[in-house]
């Protein structure tokens, strides 16, 4: 059974779950493309380590929680079977060549009954749709003249390049994991706060992108909603 995810934010529903899951348990984290902020509330777990492997060596310089960190490619970087509890991958494998690959290391170095927790893009909505088709100068232009963020592109600083493997796509991810192995227990599709935060900054921008979403969802008689820009996932290891 999926469990219902909370809607108050995106993060409040997985961010409940691991808390009712790890209570009273000492759990070894590895943050597969971490850098350097957690989506995690380590404030609230009982934490045994945190590794952190990231390719980017600025996020790893800055990295200020993770107890081991490496400069490495998650795609290829191989642990000991049994080595973690948890997993978070939190928008990285839309960046990557090989999700696939990087997923079956999860498989193999989580402990029986761990979890592994994927957050990431929606390639089917609009902003996923704009996304994969427009080039990467054009993402950092948006999100430093549209999103206000003026160091965007810079080193350690998103927007990183997009790749958008098959597997990214939530219900190919799905299939992708319980083919391996896994089990689906978490899933919600969410509207991205950049949305939110781009109509507030830019109100005809923002409302032309929101009347563009709803648009398409009549075209798209209920079978996507263009709105829905990011998911979360939650598999346990159950094989």
């Keep these: 059974m999926v469990e219902q995810p909370d809607q108050s934010t995106p993060l409040a529903g997985v961010h409940e779950f691991l808390r009712k899951e790890f209570k009273g348990r000492n759990v070894?984290?590895?943050?597969?493309?971490?850098?350097?902020?957690?989506?995690?509330?380590?404030?609230?777990?009982?934490?045994?380590?945190?590794?952190?492997?990231?390719?980017?060596?600025?996020?790893?310089?800055?990295?200020?929680?993770?107890?081991?960190?490496?400069?490495?490619?998650?795609?290829?970087?191989?642990f000991p079977p049994n080595s973690f509890d948890l997993i978070v991958c939190y928008n990285v494998i839309e960046h990557l060549t090989s999700p696939d690959k990087a997923i079956e290391l999860f498989y193999q170095a989580l402990a029986p009954g761990g979890f592994v927790f994927i957050g990431a893009p929606n390639p089917t909505s609009l902003w996923g749709i704009a996304a994969k088709y427009t080039p990467h100068w054009f993402h950092v232009a948006a999100?430093?003249?549209?999103?206000?963020?003026?160091?965007?592109?810079q080193p350690g600083k998103g927007p990183f390049p997009t790749i958008y493997h098959r597997?990214?796509?939530?219900?190919?991810?799905?299939?992708?994991?319980?083919k391996l192995g896994f089990k689906t227990i978490y899933k919600q599709e969410h509207s991205s706060p950049n949305l939110q935060n781009l109509a507030d900054r830019r109100r005809i921008f923002g409302w032309a992108i929101k009347t563009s979403i709803a648009?398409?969802?009549?075209?798209?008689?209920?079978r996507n909603d263009f709105g829905k820009s990011d998911y979360h996932v939650v598999f346990k290891k159950v094989m």
């Design 28 to 78: 070894r984290i590895y943050e597969a493309g971490g850098g350097s902020r957690s989506y995690l509330p380590l404030e609230d777990l009982s934490i045994s380590s945190v590794t952190v492997v990231d390719i980017d060596p600025v996020q790893i310089a800055d990295n200020r929680y993770g107890d081991q960190k490496v400069l490495g490619d998650i795609q290829e970087y191989v």
């Design 215 to 222: 648009v398409l969802n009549v075209l798209a008689l209920g």
């Design 143 to 153: 999100y430093r003249w549209i999103l206000g963020r003026k160091d965007a592109g």
């Design 167 to 178: 597997i990214v796509s939530p219900a190919e991810l799905v299939r992708f994991c319980e």
